[in-house]
């Protein structure tokens, strides 16, 4: 066969192949014209084709466009609410969403944020008021339009231990961009914003993304 790739190809396989009229002599032997060896040549030689300047231009051009950069979704929370908060705890500290359940005291604890202990999956674990440890009001929270809001129990875990923080309200699990995290506005609960990383902005919602190193450690010093 000819190494002139200049030379224009016979499309046999559109003729007399199976994409034609099917007499090609070859096709006994090779069923399909892929298996063929014409075939093969055609498109080896298709590739090594020479190309125009008009396509280089093309390319030159494509290849020296600035690349945006774009977001990716490199970090997930489980979007909960408090009174009329809405706060996030990174999905690596979150074990599980429980129903919620009526914790029973623990004696001799004065704290108003340690509020007893709870059955989760039949083990007790310590139930944590997050109203209590960031000063919320759970008080005239609005009530979501559109869907039913269910109180549940927020499952996480701490350095081994696991705790439940009651939630008025469940958004789910949001992936987000790591640097769309902003600083926290100047206006916001200020018993709040020390326990946070940032804020988090998704549908029409300010989440506040809870600093779950910071407060594995202030809920372990309740169970003192």
Request: contains cysteine; aromatic residues 6%; glycine residues 6%.
């Amino acid at each position: 066969m000819s190494d002139d790739v200049s030379m224009p190809l016979s499309d046999c396989w559109n003729r007399i192949g199976v994409a034609g009229d099917k007499s090609c002599p070859k096709l006994e032997q090779h069923i399909h014209c892929r298996n063929c060896e014409v075939y093969a040549e055609a498109a080896r030689r298709n590739l090594q084709r020479p190309v125009n300047e008009g396509y280089r231009d093309e390319w030159a051009a494509r290849l020296r466009e600035v690349q945006h950069d774009k977001a990716t979704n490199d970090s997930a929370a489980l979007v909960f609410r408090i009174g009329r908060e809405w706060l996030a705890f990174p999905a690596a500290v979150v074990d599980a969403v429980a129903p919620l359940a009526a914790p029973h005291r623990v004696p001799h604890r004065a704290s108003t944020a340690l509020l007893g202990v709870v059955n989760v999956s039949g083990k007790l674990v310590p139930a944590i008021s997050l109203a209590a440890m960031l000063g919320i009001d759970e008080s005239g929270a609005m009530q979501a339009s559109g869907r039913h809001t269910f109180a549940r129990l927020v499952v996480v875990r701490w350095e081994g231990q696991v705790y439940a923080l009651p939630a008025a309200d469940l958004h789910g699990i949001v992936r987000y961009p790591a640097r769309s995290i902003k600083a926290p506005a100047a206006t916001i609960n200020k018993g709040i914003e020390r326990f946070l990383t940032g804020v988090l902005s998704h549908d029409a919602m300010h989440i506040g993304v809870l600093d779950a190193a910071l407060m594995g450690h202030q809920m372990a010093r309740l169970l003192r």
